[in-house]
C-alpha cells in the first residue's frame, strides 16, 4: 500500500508570490500516476495535474507538476487570489488509490 | 456538458443503510472505471471504492470492506454505492469520479451528504 505525505500542512504567502508544495510516497511508483487536485470550502476537488507533469484541460500554465519515484511537486509560480485553496496529491495506478492529506496555501 | 450528479444522501441512525447513486451525463460511463471518494467534516479526501469497466475489479478500503458494495448500470449511465451497518465516522460527503486511462479523477460529482447519527 502506498502512503502519500504532503508538506508542508500549511503554507502562507501572498498574492504573487511562488508556492512548492511536497508530496512523497512510501515506495516509489510510475510518474504516470500522480494527480494533484485544487479544493475550495464547499466544492469537489478539481483536477490540476495528471501523469505528474500534465495539466488538464483549463488549467493555466502557472500550476507546474514534477517529479519521479517517491517525490512529487506542484509549483504555482504566482499565486492568483483565486488560487489559495486546499490541495492533494493522488496516486491511481494501484489500489488504495490514496490520497495526500492535503496543503492548504492561505493567504499571509 | 460532462457532469456527474450524485444523490442518496440523508440523515441514518448507526446501523441503518442508504444507497448513494451517480449519474453521468454528457458522456458514457461505458469504458470507464469509476471511483467513490468520501470526506469526512473538516477532514481530507478518503478513497473508498473502486469498479473496473467491465465490473470484473473491484476494490475497498479497509475502513468500508464487508459493509459497502460498489456497483454500476451502464446502460443507465449510473454508479451505485450500496452502504450498511453505518456508523458515526461515516458521515460526511460522498463524491463519485470518472478515472480515465493515465488521466486521474476526472470529473467528479458535487458530493452528496451522509450524516450518522443518533
Not at chain 1, 28 to 53: N, T, V
Not at chain 2, 49 to 66: E, F, L, M, P, R
Not at chain 2, 108 to 117: A, D, I, K, M, N
Request: hydrophobic residues 35%.
Amino acid at each position: 500500500e502506498i502512503v502519500l505525505t504532503q508538506s508542508p500542512d500549511t503554507l502562507s504567502l501572498s498574492p504573487g508570490e511562488r508556492a512548492t508544495l511536497s508530496c512523497k510516497a512510501s515506495q516509489s511508483f510510475d510518474s504516470i500516476y500522480l494527480a494533484w487536485y485544487q479544493q475550495k470550502p464547499g466544492q469537489a476537488p478539481r483536477l490540476l495535474i495528471y501523469g505528474a507533469s500534465k495539466r488538464a484541460t483549463g488549467i493555466p500554465d502557472r500550476f507546474s507538476g514534477s517529479g519521479s519515484g517517491t517525490d512529487f511537486t506542484l509549483i504555482i509560480s504566482r499565486l492568483e487570489p483565486e488560487d489559495f485553496a486546499l490541495y492533494y496529491c493522488q496516486q491511481y495506478g494501484s489500489s488504495p488509490r490514496a490520497f495526500g492529506q492535503g496543503t492548504k496555501v492561505e493567504i499571509k | 456538458e460532462v457532469q456527474l450528479v450524485e444523490s442518496g444522501g440523508g440523515f441514518v441512525q448507526p446501523g441503518g443503510s442508504l444507497r448513494l447513486s451517480c449519474v453521468a451525463s454528457g458522456f458514457t460511463i461505458r469504458g470507464y472505471s469509476m471511483n467513490w471518494v468520501r470526506q469526512a467534516p473538516g477532514k481530507g479526501l478518503e478513497w473508498i471504492a473502486y469498479i473496473s469497466s467491465s465490473d470484473n475489479t473491484i476494490y475497498y478500503a479497509d475502513s468500508v470492506k464487508g459493509r459497502f458494495t460498489i456497483s454500476r448500470d451502464n446502460a443507465k449511465d449510473s454508479l451505485y454505492l450500496h452502504m450498511n451497518s453505518l456508523r458515526a465516522d461515516d458521515t460526511g460527503v460522498y463524491y463519485c469520479a470518472k478515472e480515465g486511462a493515465f488521466v486521474g479523477f476526472n470529473p467528479w460529482g458535487q458530493g452528496t451528504l451522509v450524516t450518522v447519527s443518533s
